[in-house]
């Protein structure tokens, strides 16, 4: 019996076997006898890319399953409170749908589906070739600033959506794209997401606070037939070693920035009276009373009255 190798993505397959273990792709009669040619064009096969509509609004969405996970293609666009849209711009909703806090991205996603787990995102990018390569595999082909492109290879086209602030701030759309994950940190109060960045090939994870960070969703589907639901290992701390995103040509988001948290605390700190500037004024103050006491003119003791009055003004 010959070899046979699947159409999709020319990998080996075992006798009788339904999917093929390397990209999910469903095995159809037409299998080739012969490895594909890696150079040429596959058509995506029927099974992993479809629809859904999210019977509350009516919104279609592209899905591709990925493995054995099935993902929404786009960003999530249903309005619920806690959404934005990146500067309130009409063209910006229809690209990058719409950004959430965490509490609603928890319960925004439709009947089934759900928002990611950490775990769950995991899959997705040990699946596309591991953290430090999975970035350009998931990013889309088109929509990235300075050609900093994808190559889409398993049709989740990642675009980059920016980020916003409970300040009304928006940022880095066009470099960098930010999804939620279900993973938190409730003593914390941060949760993980994950970031794509126009400059880099690596699938970035960190967490933000939950309250003030707006970002993109992705759904996956709860599906009983596919095991999407995977538990989330407190004891990994492989994060940690993860590298720090690369710094973009755009401005960056100094709203979640140590140097922004420096420069405010700064801030605040002008605003605080200088204590040795309010002893200096007291002490001359007194002088100016005692040298107007002594000579015993009277426009010295004026002169003490009003330093002190200005002084009680400017500290109240």
């Not at 699947?6 to 397959?13: A, E, I, Q, R, V």
């Not at 990611?116 to 995102?121: D, H, K, Q, T």
């Not at 699938?203 to 996956?220: A, D, E, N, P």
């Not at 979640?256 to 103050?285: F, N, P, T």
């Amino acid at each position: 019996m010959k070899a046979m190798f699947c159409s999709n993505c020319g990998n080996k397959l075992e006798d009788n076997a339904n999917f093929c273990p390397q990209c999910g792709a469903k095995v159809a009669s037409n299998a080739l006898s012969t490895p594909s040619d890696s150079s040429s064009t596959l058509a995506e096969p029927s099974d992993t890319v479809g629809t859904f509509t999210d019977p509350r609004d009516g919104r279609v969405y592209k899905t591709v399953k990925i493995g054995n996970q099935v993902w929404m293609a786009e960003n999530l666009a249903y309005d619920a409170p806690g959404s934005v849209c990146y500067e309130n711009d009409p063209a910006n909703f229809e690209k990058y749908g719409l950004l959430y806090k965490w509490e609603t991205a928890m319960k925004v996603c439709p009947p089934g589906w759900h928002l990611p787990s950490r775990a769950e995102w995991d899959v997705l990018i040990t699946y596309a070739g591991g953290r430090g390569s999975a970035g350009i595999k998931l990013k889309a082909t088109s929509g990235w600033n300075s050609n900093g492109n994808g190559t889409d290879d398993f049709a989740f086209s990642a675009l980059p959506g920016g980020i916003g602030d409970s300040h009304g701030g928006f940022y880095n759309v066009g470099t960098t794209g930010y999804w939620w994950s279900a993973t938190a940190d409730d003593a914390a109060d941060y949760a993980y997401y994950r970031i794509m960045n126009y400059i880099s090939e690596i699938v970035y994870r960190f967490y933000f606070g939950k309250s003030y960070s707006l970002l993109s969703v992705r759904c996956i589907k709860d599906d009983g037939n596919i095991t999407n639901k995977t538990e989330d290992d407190p004891n990994d701390l492989s994060w940690l070693d993860e590298p720090v995103p690369p710094k973009t040509e755009e401005p960056v988001n100094i709203f979640y920035s140590k140097d922004y948290q420096l420069r405010h605390l700064v801030e605040e700190d002008k605003r605080h009276i200088d204590i040795k500037k309010v002893i200096g004024w007291i002490l001359l103050g007194v002088v100016c009373v005692l040298i107007g006491w002594y000579w015993v003119y009277v426009k010295w003791i004026l002169l003490g009255v009003v330093v002190i009055f200005l002084l009680l003004a400017f500290i109240s």
